[in-house]
């Protein structure tokens, strides 16, 4: 199920818990069970603590330096500026072998070494074919830039043992904590 923003029974009570702190997400109030749902991440502290934690960033999606005014590359650009290790995974632009001075990967399971989060720059409904290379890849965190939702992917990645952040830009939840 894709979920769009603005809804409201099910979803507006899940969205009343997130604003009372709680890691209460729509799945919960429609009383499905399962531990996985810990990994789904809506409360401030966990998101604060994964921008501070998370130090490596796969940016799945990111757009390149002739498309710096879109957000796939400026949130990127800022968190490299932040001191964060970007690494960038373009789903276009073939011929395109560096962004931000940085080598490009194709697949997130291809970057060496560890990853912290993957920020996800794919519109929702394409974010299944993307969910073999995240699995592959094991991130620490999924993040769903804002206005990207799907349950299911975010539920797949959950079970896996993937905290999962829905909804949310990066950029300003940084930018939100160096000020708190």
Known sequence: MLRLRGGTGDAARAEAANERGGRRGVSQVQGQSGDWRDNLV??????DQLVRECRRIA????KTEAQSGQPAFYVAAYMARAGY????????YPEVTTILGRPVYRRVADVPGPVDMVDVFRRSADIPPHLPDLLAARPRA???QLGII???AAETLCRAGIQVVQDRCLLV?????GRS
Request: hydrophobic share 40%.
């Open 42 to 47: 809506t409360s401030r502290n966990g998101i």
């Open 59 to 62: 940016v799945l999606g990111i």
């Open 85 to 92: 290790d970007v690494l960038p995974v373009p789903v276009y």
């Open 142 to 144: 999924v993040w769903f």
């Open 150 to 152: 799907n349950d299911e």
């Open 173 to 177: 939840e940084h930018q939100r904590l």
